[in-house]
C-alpha cells in the first residue's frame, strides 16, 4: 500500500485533536477527515485506509494521498509567519529543492510569461486573492494552513519571463519538504491546466 508508514502514523493521533490541528473535519462514524485541498474536498477513510476527492469519489493520486496524510500528521495550530522566503531559506530547503527536486517555476513562466493576467483570471476559481508582485501575483492556500505565493514577470523585447514561488517562512512547521514539493506541484498543475482551457 502506498504511503503505509503515513496512515499507521495518522491511525496513532487522536482524531479531533487532529482535525483541530489541520483546520479540517473529524466524523466518527465511520472514522473520516474531510479536507479541503485546492477548493476540492477529500475524505480520508481511516478503517479503509483510501482517501476519495468528493462529489466524483474518484481515488487521491499518490501525491494528493502524500500531501493530505503528511499534513494531517503535521499540521499546527499557527498562524502564517507573515513572511514570505524562497524555498532555499526553509530549513534543509537549500539541500533538497535541487535539481529532480526543483520548484517548477519554469511552467509558470512557459504558461503565464506572456499573458501574467491570465494567472489572476484562473487562480480565482481556487479561492486565491490577489498581491502586489510582479506583473501578476497571487496567494492560494493549497491546506487550510498551507499559502503559496507565486509571482509572475511578463516576457519582454529585453527578459525573459521570470516566476517565483514563495512561501511563508512556518510552512516547514505545518508540512515536511517533500510534501510541500508535491503539495506546489498540484497547484501548478491546477493552475497550467485551467489556463489551457482559456488558449
Not at 489541520?22 to 482517501?51: F, H, N
Not at 535539481?99 to 484562473?122: A, I, M
Not at 476559481?125 to 490577489?130: E, I, P, T
Amino acid at each position: 500500500m502506498a504511503h503505509e508508514g503515513l496512515w499507521e502514523q495518522l491511525d496513532g493521533l487522536d482524531g479531533a485533536e487532529t482535525a483541530r490541528r489541520a483546520k479540517c473535519q473529524y466524523v466518527q462514524e465511520p472514522e473520516r477527515y474531510v479536507v479541503t485541498m485546492l477548493t476540492a474536498e477529500y475524505v480520508v477513510d481511516l478503517s479503509g485506509r483510501s482517501i476519495l476527492v468528493v462529489p466524483s469519489e474518484r481515488p487521491a493520486v499518490f501525491l494528493e494521498q502524500l500531501c493530505i496524510l503528511a499534513y494531517l500528521i503535521n499540521a499546527r495550530d499557527m498562524p502564517p509567519v507573515g513572511k514570505l522566503v524562497n524555498g532555499l531559506a526553509l530549513p534543509g530547503g537549500q539541500f533538497f529543492f535541487r535539481g529532480v527536486h526543483n520548484l517548477p517555476n519554469s511552467k509558470l513562466e512557459e504558461t503565464f510569461g506572456d499573458r501574467p493576467e491570465v494567472l489572476l483570471q484562473v487562480s480565482a476559481q481556487f479561492g486565491a486573492k490577489g498581491c502586489e508582485f510582479g506583473d501578476a501575483s497571487i496567494e492560494l492556500n493549497v491546506l487550510p494552513r498551507v499559502p503559496l505565493t507565486m509571482v509572475v514577470w511578463r516576457r519582454c523585447e529585453e527578459f525573459e519571463a521570470r516566476a517565483s514561488i514563495l512561501f511563508d517562512k512556518g510552512v516547514a512547521d505545518q508540512l515536511a519538504l517533500d510534501a510541500l514539493l508535491a503539495a506546489v506541484n498540484l497547484a501548478v498543475k491546477a493552475l497550467t491546466e485551467a489556463a489551457a482551457e482559456i488558449f
